[in-house]
């Protein structure tokens, strides 16, 4: 794992604490990798298999990419302190 600087911990803590802000960075890095937007931006030629196939791989290995980045993400997040139940019945 990259090293951070204290600053950066802190600010990557509180993005992965955000929940609309990890979502809409997930949007925001996935979004390009598209298959509908990639297929259009070929439409003008029928790519051949191996070059289909290609892209399939390439944004499969994208997203699984941006996937493991957010599960390092998750690293940083706050653990939430639970309050001790007193058993009443006691």
Known sequence: MVPFTEY??????RIADDEIT????????IEPLN?????DEMAGKLPADE????HLRAVNEGIRM???GFKELDKYKSVEKTKEKTN???
């Open 8 to 13: 950066e911990a802190s600010e990557l803590r």
């Open 22 to 29: 990890r979502s809409a960075l997930r949007r925001l890095f």
């Open 35 to 39: 298959m509908t937007k990639v297929l």
């Open 51 to 54: 070059e289909l196939g290609a």
């Open 66 to 68: 941006i996937e493991r």
């Open 88 to 90: 009443n019945a006691r």
